[in-house]
């Protein structure tokens, strides 16, 4: 009982797991993808969820890493693409979900166009604006710089968005592709890519932008796997509650040994202090017996002698 009742009452936190993709987090459809969670050595299962739903369960081989598991994905979808998380459990305990990990398929539909206007190579402090065109109708696009998947911008759209930048920095050039989408996880084909050159002299650090659309701030739409206030992920709520049912339940154990441990004390100081009254009560007993005794030998004493003694009576 007291393993099950320790490990009930270990309040210890468990690190929260990682989780990323090989290749990559844009897979094109059909492709293959494998998710890695990785917890604490001590982990003895994971799950993986996905879009708030369990999704699979994986269980670390003994002769490998036990900190880490990989899931596979055999061909990328539509019906696969999104956000996924993991746990991993511990002992009695699971830990908190890892940050998401959002997942997209890449080409769905046609291909877009992408030009620069005014033209692909400007000067420092000059605006830009990325023209994606798509001729299947859409509700989204994306501009991606290469190197820099992680930050996308966003732009809504029927046929074709606007992705104005500027005054340009050196921070801008490189090359771009845009995508189109119904949604945030299921991507056309990419574009042909469009490369920014930036010329001029010393770059003036007082020509920062104002403009929040042009401020490298403004790549919003975050692929990486920082947290997520979009969606409360139902299966870390499943989790938080077996943690504290376990947690409740092993409180419920505790004050019932508390309860029984007095119950157990009290009694025994009962049972002494009848004991020591019981004792007491023999001893005055005794002590009268004794004392009735010795005064009754005494008039026995005192008779014979006034028996002995001639004309006493």
Known sequence: MLPTLTALLSLETLPKPIIWAKPS????????????C??????????????????????????RSMNKVRFFISQMTSHTAGIYTCFYQSGELWSKSSNPLKLVVTGLYDTPNLWVYPQPEVTLGENVTFFCQLKTATSKFF???ERESNHIQNKYGNIQAEFPMGP??????????CFGSYND???????????????????????????????LDYWEFDLSTK???????????DHTTQNLIRIGLACIILITLVWFLTEDWLSKRKDHEEANRLTNWECRRRWRMQHYLEEEQRNAISMRELKATPGAL
């Open 25 to 36: 987090i844009m897979v094109t459809n059909g492709n293959s993808v494998n998710i890695w």
């Open 185 to 215: 996880y299921a991507w056309s084909f990419p574009s042909e890519p469009v490369t920014l050159l930036i010329t001029g002299g010393v770059e003036n650090t007082s020509l920062a932008p104002t403009d929040p659309t042009s401020s």
């Open 168 to 177: 340009v920095t050196r921070a801008h050039r490189g090359t771009y592709r």
């Open 227 to 237: 947290e997520s206030g979009l969606q409360k992920d139902s299966a870390f709520w």
């Open 143 to 145: 501009l991606l710089k």
């Open 38 to 63: 990785q917890g604490a050595q001590s982990a003895s299962e994971y799950q993986l969820y996905f879009e708030g739903s369990f999704f699979a369960l994986k269980r670390p081989k003994p002769s």
